[in-house]
C-alpha cells in the first residue's frame, strides 16, 4: 500500500490497533479491536468517530448559488446561511455523477464530496463554473461523530453545537482551533460532522477518544450502519445509471 496516501490520524489509528485497507486511495480503517459489530452497536447506543478525512472539501466562491444550481438538480439559492443540503452532480442524460452535501456558508458554499470522485468532481467544477473561484481544501481533516451521545461529547469542547439543528453549519471556536461543523452524517444516528486543521486533528481526537461515551469506528460498520439506515452509496447503490427520481 505504499502508493496510497493517507490522512493526518493515520498513525492514531495505527495505535488505536486499527486494520488498514485500501479505500479511494487512501489507507484507512477498516475496523479496530472491538471489531465491526461492537462498533456498530456501540455508536448505535453512544458515539463512535468515523475518520472522514479521504472525503474532498471545496469552497466556491462567487456568485456561486445560481451558478451551481446548473449541476445538480436541487434548490441552491434557496439555501439560507447557516444551512446545508444534500445534492447530486448530474450528467447529459440526468445520470448521477456523485452526490455531495452543500453548505451555505454566508459569503461562500463549502461542499463535500465523495472520496473516489473528488479529482473528477472538482474538474467538473472547474470546467462548468465559469468565474467561479473552486479551491479545493487540502489543509483540515474531517471527522464524523457519530450517535445519540455525539452532542454531549461535542459540547464539551464546542459548546455552541447544543443550539444546532439538523443540517444547521457553524464554525465555533476551540482549543484546536475553529472547528467547521455540520449537524449531519452517514449512520442514520444524530451527529456532527466537523472539518478541523491538520495540525490540530490528532489531538481533537484524541480529546474525543478520552470520553467513555466515544470509541473509534472503521470503515465497515460505518457501511452497515449506512446500510440498516437506508443511506445510498455512491458507486454501489447509485451511479451514472441511476437518476436522482430513481435514488430517492
Request: net charge negative; hydrophobic share 45%; charged share 20%.
Amino acid at each position: 500500500m505504499s502508493d496510497l496516501k493517507r490522512t493526518p490520524l493515520f498513525e492514531l489509528h495505527e495505535e488505536l490497533g486499527a486494520r488498514m485497507v485500501p479505500f479511494a486511495g487512501y489507507e484507512m480503517p477498516v475496523q479496530f479491536t472491538d471489531g465491526v459489530m461492537k462498533e456498530h452497536l456501540h455508536t448505535r447506543a453512544a458515539a463512535g468517530l468515523f475518520d472522514v478525512s479521504h472525503m474532498g472539501q471545496v469552497l466556491l466562491e462567487g456568485d456561486a448559488a445560481l451558478a451551481l444550481e446548473a449541476l445538480v438538480p436541487v434548490d441552491i439559492a434557496g439555501l439560507k446561511p447557516g444551512r446545508q443540503r444534500y445534492a447530486m452532480f448530474t450528467d447529459a442524460n440526468g445520470g448521477i455523477l456523485d452526490d455531495l452535501m452543500v453548505a451555505n456558508r454566508g459569503d461562500h458554499l463549502f461542499l463535500v464530496v465523495n472520496a473516489a470522485c473528488k479529482e473528477a468532481d472538482i474538474a467538473h467544477l472547474k470546467a462548468h463554473l465559469p468565474g467561479i473561484t473552486v479551491t479545493p481544501v487540502t489543509d483540515r481533516a474531517l471527522l464524523a461523530l457519530q450517535g445519540p451521545a455525539a452532542e454531549a461529547a461535542l459540547a464539551e469542547i464546542a459548546p455552541g453545537v447544543t443550539d444546532m439543528r439538523f443540517m444547521d453549519v457553524a464554525t465555533l471556536p476551540s482549543d484546536f482551533g475553529p472547528l467547521w461543523i455540520s449537524r449531519s452524517g452517514y449512520t442514520g444516528e444524530d451527529g456532527f460532522e466537523v472539518s478541523v486543521e491538520d495540525a490540530h486533528a490528532v489531538a481533537f481526537a484524541e480529546a474525543l477518544l478520552a470520553m467513555e461515551t466515544v470509541k473509534p469506528i472503521g470503515l465497515g460498520a460505518r457501511d452497515s450502519l449506512r446500510l440498516e439506515a437506508g443511506l445510498c452509496l455512491y458507486g454501489s447503490d447509485i451511479d451514472t445509471t441511476t437518476s436522482p427520481v430513481e435514488a430517492y
